[in-house]
């Protein structure tokens, strides 16, 4: 990219980080090129790359990483220290303006290892994810995982846990792929919990006890028997999301495209 493609594609995106729209620390050049083979539900997803990223203004990367720094001390929530923020994008979660924030080794990968969060704009944790190859062990029994994800809600969400009743405690699993194309299964305790507001909570318990994953204010669509609210912890609703890969069948919410 020259200099003054380069002073564009940093001018355009200023603009649409002041208009909330959406930002990114990746250069997607005039037209998407990404090209995908995402997975469909039980199997594997094939890794989507896109571009090379440019420099986002340091001080918008500087404010993303005081918030999420913010939002995520005293929680217990694990981020690999090696892995760079890849992408930032400003979304919503239902009716609520919110940042995701995904960190991932070697750049951005679709369907590759990654941890993503997704905060308000008071810096609640919406959503957490973190996927990648696991050295093995036992995962913990379901009262035991039960225990573990309420003792976590009172810690990251004190205002919300009084109002969660579980309905299930069960193993979830997650399958990433690896740069070399071999793939990994990701396996947890999924403690699903029913709000007293309607909406749905769930906290996923990997081996060694730690959070993998954790979702709030989840949707649900009975008629359509699938979620309503937008998925941006998971990478086959994201490239169906933006334009890359098919629509995932139901559980999965609606994807639309990107304007």
């Known amino acids: 990219m020259n200099r003054s493609t380069a002073l564009v594609v940093a ?24 090209t995908t083979d995402i997975q469909t539900a039980g199997q594997p997803a094939k890794p989507t790359t896109k571009p090379s990223p440019i420099e ?3 001080a918008d990367q500087d404010a993303v990483r005081r918030q999420e720094a913010q939002a995520l001390n005293g929680t217990g929530l694990q981020l690999p220290p090696s892995w760079g923020i890849v992408n930032v994008r400003r979304e919503h979660h239902d009716d ?12 951005y990968r679709l369907g590759g290892p990654h941890a993503s969060v997704v905060l308000d704009q008071a810096g609640t944790i919406l959503g957490f994810t973190r996927l990648d ?21 009172r810690r990251v969400a004190p205002d919300h846990v009084d109002g969660l009743t579980v309905e299930w405690v069960n193993q ?3 399958t990433i792929t690896q740069p070399d194309g071999t793939t990994a299964k990701v396996s947890g305790m999924k403690v699903k919990m029913h709000h007293d507001s309607g909406l749905y909570t769930w ?3 990997g081996p060694d006890e730690s959070v993998l994953t954790y979702e709030r204010d989840i949707a649900w669509d009975s008629g359509q028997g699938r979620r309503g609210t937008q998925m941006w912890l998971h990478d ?17 919410a609606p994807a639309g495209t990107r304007s």
Do not use: C, M, N
Request: proline share 10%.
């Open 203 to 205: 906290v996923v318990i």
């Open 133 to 153: 190859q696991q050295t093995g062990g036992r995962l913990p029994s379901e009262d035991r995982s039960e225990q573990l994800a309420l003792d976590f809600l």
């Open 96 to 107: 609520r303006a919110v940042t995701v924030v995904r960190h991932q080794p070697g750049g």
């Open 236 to 252: 086959p609703w994201i490239a169906a999301h933006d334009g890359t890969g098919p629509q995932p069948a139901a559980p999965y």
């Open 11 to 34: 001018g355009v995106a200023a603009v649409l980080a002041t208009t909330g729209t959406a930002v990114a620390l990746q250069d997607e050049g005039p037209t998407d090129t990404r």
């Open 56 to 58: 986002s203004p340091k």
């Open 172 to 174: 979830h699993d997650e």
